[in-house]
């Protein structure tokens, strides 16, 4: 007997917001609630201060640890693991041998056309694949 996990393998939400204004705080946040980083309306902006500290490593090609992170951030060191353990499933983020750093030091326009490349396509295949199971297995009595 196969004992089926209904855990995700990789999970993405993206949420459409109005057009983009304000500062850059503001923007950013707004950057996280859109690829499902971040919550509307929380409070905890832990992310976001990650986030900005591997932008600003990005500009000086700088490679972050943890501990660095720590430092900048004032987030706990198992809450900076967390939040760039969900960057790098979202494929924003890369291990290096000595840290963290944006993706090939990419810029956000062209990391985020990598996620729709790389992550949306077999994700919507497999969602094809349920859609042909449930119509080839549907009763006929129902």
């Not at 706990?76 to 963290?100: D, I, K, M, Q, T």
């Not at 750093?101 to 349920?130: A, C, H, N, T």
Request: hydrophobic content about 40%.
């Amino acid at each position: 007997m196969k004992v089926h996990k209904e855990t995700p393998i990789i999970q993405v939400t993206l949420r459409k917001f109005e057009r983009p204004y304000g500062d850059f705080e503001e923007l950013l946040r707004k950057f996280l609630m859109s690829i499902g980083l971040l919550q509307p309306g929380d409070s905890r902006d832990d992310v976001v201060k990650v986030m900005r500290e591997l932008l600003r490593a990005r500009r000086e090609k700088r490679i972050l640890q943890v501990k660095d992170l720590v430092k900048l951030t004032d987030v706990s060191p198992p809450n900076a693991r967390r939040h760039l353990r969900r960057l790098r499933e979202l494929g924003l983020v890369e291990r290096h041998e000595r840290g963290y750093r944006l993706r090939e030091w990419m810029d956000l326009p062209s990391l985020v056309d990598g996620v729709r490349e790389f992550v949306l396509p077999p994700i919507l295949k497999r969602v094809r694949e349920y859609a042909e199971a449930v119509e080839s297995t549907f009763p006929e009595g129902l």
